[in-house]
């Protein structure tokens, strides 16, 4: 578990520093027409909810590798019931089952 989690939080990194440069601002000088500027810009902006989105993906992974040698890792937060293996997999992030996270 920890090493496919150490994995996917690499690959997360490396796909925020993609992100971060895409999401770099557009500078006036840059010789480009004004069409050409408001798709650099409503892409910037489709880039940026991507960006968070990782984010979101990776701080959820870290604070999983954090819980990982607690009692309580896979243990529903709500319940206390065993969260199932495959949805552990799938999200390492979840602190609840799937009954509780509805």
């Known amino acids: 578990m920890r090493e496919r989690m150490v994995s996917r939080m690499e690959e997360l990194r490396a796909r925020v520093l993609e992100y971060r440069e895409l999401t770099k601002p557009i500078p006036p000088e840059n010789a480009i027409g004004r069409v050409s ?3 650099a810009i409503n892409n910037r902006s489709v880039n940026e909810a991507a960006l968070r989105q990782v984010e979101k993906q990776l701080a959820g992974l870290e604070r999983a590798m954090g ?8 243990l529903c937060h709500r319940c206390g019931e065993a969260i199932p293996y495959g949805r552990i997999l799938l999200l ?3 602190i609840s089952c ?3 996270s509805d």
């Open 37 to 39: 500027r408001m798709d």
């Open 98 to 100: 799937v009954r509780c």
């Open 67 to 74: 819980r990982l040698n607690d009692d309580r890792f896979g």
């Open 92 to 94: 390492p992030g979840a």
